[in-house]
């Protein structure tokens, strides 16, 4: 972390200090993936502070860092180690929350917001990061394919939602990156629907959004099917735009371009198909430590693409009264394009 931790310092810019109190922050420049912690980053020094049950944890586990263990209260101990390391202005992390920010100002810190400084580093993902969010692929996709013989009229969403996230399980997922969305029929048109008691009927489209955990990274997939039925041709021409709308903006993705132009790439399929006002949310998101970071490939994107970036490619359409595709990929990009870390196929399949 050597890199990270320079980076850091560059953006002094009228502090003596950074305070991070993001936990996934501190796992990301530590490795510590406890609960309780926070981090002082000097010009000098790199301090650690836990409290007494991460002792060993942080003591054998934690290397760069003077590990310190607090006692008594958080913000004391932030302006006691403040004044030892000289720092007379600190920085903030804009995610703490207002009365712990109003409880340092009380000791006398003061306090400079610093925003996204660590989570643009984050974006770059190295080698081992890549290697663990494919591992996070590969562990969800054979999770699906093992349900995927059970998805078929008669069957409930929430049914396939609970196989699916025991089967993430059994991979070797620790833990499950966010609800699983099982939505069929008219609940396909909510992006974010929930799975419910509804069981599949013919005609419906489903939507499977889930996502699987390898080394506290994630990944991130969606995949649309259709139930033989009645009004399978408008429901067969919404997932081809989809379809199309996926692969443009991941044929168009190169270092160096405006992340919005990612996102206009997908839109302008859908909208010169006709669906463009049924088309509300962005195109994509970071996913590593969580499953929503930077960078945000939306119509107000703001950055470029850079090479070892990691991001999904999610275009949509939801009909209400009809229902919705989405199909959702993993992308890696390298020196020249956009790689697929999804393998699972995209061709529409209909049971």
């Given at each position: 972390m050597t890199l990270q931790l320079s980076a850091i310092r560059k953006s002094f810019k009228g502090i003596d200090g950074l305070l991070v109190t993001d936990v996934n922050n501190i796992?990301?420049?530590?490795?510590?993936?406890?609960?309780?912690?926070?981090?002082?980053?000097?010009?000098?020094?790199?301090?650690?502070v836990t409290d007494f049950r991460y002792r060993e944890q942080a003591?054998?586990?934690?290397?760069?860092?003077?590990?310190?263990?607090?006692?008594?209260?958080?913000?004391?101990?932030?302006?006691?180690?403040?004044?030892?390391?000289?720092?007379?202005?600190?920085?903030?992390?804009?995610?703490?929350?207002?009365?712990?920010?109003?409880?340092?100002?009380?000791?006398?810190l003061v306090m400079k917001p610093f925003k996204n400084v660590i989570e643009k580093l984050r974006a770059i993902k190295d080698d081992e990061e890549i290697g663990l969010i494919k591992m996070a692929v590969r562990r969800a996709e054979a999770a699906f394919l093992d349900v995927r013989p059970y998805i078929r009229e008669g069957v409930s969403e929430n049914k396939l939602a609970r196989m699916l996230e025991e089967r993430l399980k059994k991979k070797g997922c620790s833990c499950i990156p966010f609800g699983i969305i099982v939505a069929s029929g008219r609940n396909s048109s909510m992006?974010?629907?929930?799975?419910?008691?509804?069981?599949?009927?013919?005609?419906?489209?489903?939507?499977?959004?889930?996502?699987?955990?390898?080394?506290?990274?994630f990944s991130d997939m969606t995949r649309t099917l259709l139930i033989k039925g009645v009004d399978m041709g408008k429901k067969k021409e919404i997932y081809q735009t989809v379809l199309e709308a996926n692969k443009k903006a991941v044929s168009v993705i190169s270092p160096g371009m405006e992340s919005?132009?990612?996102?206009?790439?997908?839109?302008?399929?859908?909208?010169?198909?006709?669906?463009?006002?049924?088309?509300?949310?962005?195109?994509?998101?970071?996913?590593?430590?969580?499953?929503?970071?930077?960078?945000?490939?939306?119509?107000?994107?703001?950055?470029?693409?850079?090479?070892?970036m990691v991001f999904t490619i999610e275009p949509g359409i939801y009909v209400p009264g009809l229902g919705g595709v989405r199909i959702e990929d993993m992308v890696a990009v390298n020196k020249r394009r956009a790689v697929l870390l999804t393998k699972l196929p995209r061709e529409l399949e209909i049971i």
């Open positions: 796992r990301y420049l530590t490795g510590f993936s406890g609960s309780s912690g926070f981090l002082l980053i000097a010009r000098k020094r790199n301090i650690f003591e054998t586990g934690i290397n760069g860092w003077d590990v310190v263990i607090e006692k008594g209260e958080r913000a004391r101990t932030i302006l006691k180690l403040s004044r030892m390391l000289g720092i007379k202005r600190l920085g903030f992390e804009v995610s703490v929350s207002y009365e712990f920010f109003r409880r340092l100002l009380k000791k006398g992006p974010h629907a929930r799975a419910s008691e509804k069981r599949l009927n013919g005609g419906d489209l489903v939507v499977i959004d889930w996502g699987g955990e390898a080394g506290g990274y919005k132009k990612v996102d206009n790439s997908a839109r302008y399929v859908i909208k010169k198909a006709g669906y463009g006002e049924f088309f509300g949310h962005g195109t994509g998101h970071g996913v590593g430590l969580q499953v929503h970071e930077l960078p945000n490939i939306a119509r107000n994107g703001k950055g470029t693409i850079k090479e070892n």
